[in-house]
Structures are given as C-alpha cells and as structure tokens.
C-alpha cells in the first residue's frame, strides 16, 4: 500500500503532519477519495496552497477536490540535476551557482528569470535539452518566481522538508511491517512529534531570545514570535539596519511610497507603500505574502517613521 502523509509546517518551522492515508494504488480515484477524506476531516477547510511531487494522477484530483487551492510542484527533479547533464557540466561550480540563483531565488521576477534561465541555455548549449526544455514547459508550477504572492510558510525548499519528513518516518515505520504494525509505529511517531512541539511551546514560553539591534520593534517581535520566527525576523532587522537605505520618497493620495536599495541584493530596489491612517504597509518583495513576516524594507520604513511596535494585521494567527 501507498503512504501519503499530509505535512504541514508550525509555528516552530517544523514539518508537522497534519493526516495521513493509506492507498491501495495511485490513480486518479483514489487520490480524489483521499483528498475527500482529508477535506471532510478538517471540516472543509482546504489548504491555500499544496505541493506535490511530479504524480499525474494528483492533479486532477487536486483540480476536483480543491478548486480554491494553489498547487504547484516540488523541486525534487533538481535532485536530478547530476544525472541529467555531461560529467564535465556537473563539475562547473560556476554552471551551478548560476542555475541555482536562477530557480532558487524568491526574489526573482519572472522577467528576471527568463532572461537568466535563456542566458544559461545558451551560455551551456542546452538550448535543446530536452530535460531542461521539459521543465521550462513547467516552470509556472515549480519556478518560485512565478508564485511569489502565494503564503507558503517557509516550504520554498520542498526538497529539503521532504527529506526531513522521509528520514522521521523512516525512523519508525519499516516497509514490510503488517497494517496493525503499521498503525502502532505510526501512532508513535505522532507521539514523538507532539512531544517535540510540546517541548518547543515550553521552551517559548520560558525562554526569550537575546536581542541584537537598540530598536523596540525588535523587543515587541521577541514576545509575539516564536524563537524559530524570531530569528527570522531579528535578521531581517540587522540587515534592515546595515544593509538598506532610502533613495527616494513621494507621496500619493494619503500613501507614502518609499523606493528602499538593499546592497545584499546588488543594489536593487523595492518600493514600500506606507498609509498610516490605515496602518497599512506593503513591499514590492512580497516576503510578507509568501512568508507571513515582514521584510527588512519594511522594517527600515517602521524603523524611520519611529514605529515601535509590529502592526496587529501583520501577525499572523498561527
């Protein structure tokens, strides 16, 4: 039979299974009676976004069950990169942190990824590689650039968590354990993993982080954030402080529009819309959308207007 575990991520950053079904084989009917299943669990609430592997019986069933969600596909092929190109391309480190920076980078347009993925193409003749030809048919379900706005928690990396998930059940379940050996193995690894987010509660509860920066938004962060988000957030703030700076400010009907560089990313420039009748702020870096946290251009912004505390709307309920 085939295990499908639906993993979440905590409050923790932490893989944290959420359900879990067995099936008899992977067609199409039987994923949409799993999807069914998991959707009549939660009591209807759908997840805002799934990512699965490269399956072709997953998507329509996806596409019946959730219409609402975003589904896109993890980045496991990338594991595939060594077997997919010439020895001597594989040794290039400089093909590498090129193709990497291309397809990894959440900061990344899809304009800018275009011309970045053409440039590698062309500069590695792999224009008709038909492995790299086939997944740029895809990029838009797979390529982070093209979902920059969509909340993911922190699982851009997918491949990292699905080896993370693997080697924890790994731990517990064996591949010819029987269905009542099965379940027993499967209840304690849920076991394990409350009993880890339990101690990771206490911890935040007892515990605080030590802070880095004379700015009291960072205090206010240390004591609505989890240590895990805290950090997060606390390097989002030094690089907000060192590495951001204003090169210009107009305003537009009550908004105040702020063009903020950031050396870490060659200078580059984000616009930060502040409306503070509203306590509304956004950045044209969508970190707040694709991570629920707010961005060092953002806390610049919070930090010049002499704003001490996080705005309630921008912490989010998790």
Known sequence: MVFVPFTA?????????????????????????????FLDATGGCAPKAII?????????????????TSHRLCMWHMKKLREKVDAYLWQDEDFKKRLNACVWNNHCEPDEFEEAWANIMIDYDLVDHPWFSSLYEIKEDWVPAYFREIFM???????????????????????????????????????????????????????TSPLKAPVQLEKHASEMYTHATFKDFQNELCAAVYNCGMVDVHATDGTEVYIINDIERERKTWEVAFTASREEITCSCCLYQRMGMLCKHVIWVLKHKNIRRIPDKYIINR
């Open 9 to 37: 991520v905590d409050q923790h950053k932490r893989c944290v299974t959420v359900g879990a079904g067995l099936l008899s084989h992977e067609s199409i009917e039987a994923y949409t009676w799993l999807f069914k299943a």
């Open 153 to 207: 928690a922190g699982i851009m990396r997918v491949t990292s968590r699905s080896e993370s998930e693997n080697s924890f059940f790994d731990r517990f379940l064996t591949p010819h354990a029987t269905l009542v050996e099965f379940w027993m193995s499967f209840e304690s690894a849920m076991d394990a993993q409350r009993h880890k987010q339990s101690k990771l509660n206490s911890e935040n509860k007892h515990s």
């Open 52 to 68: 699965t592997d490269q399956c072709p019986s997953m998507k329509p069933a996806i596409e019946e069950v959730f219409p609402d």
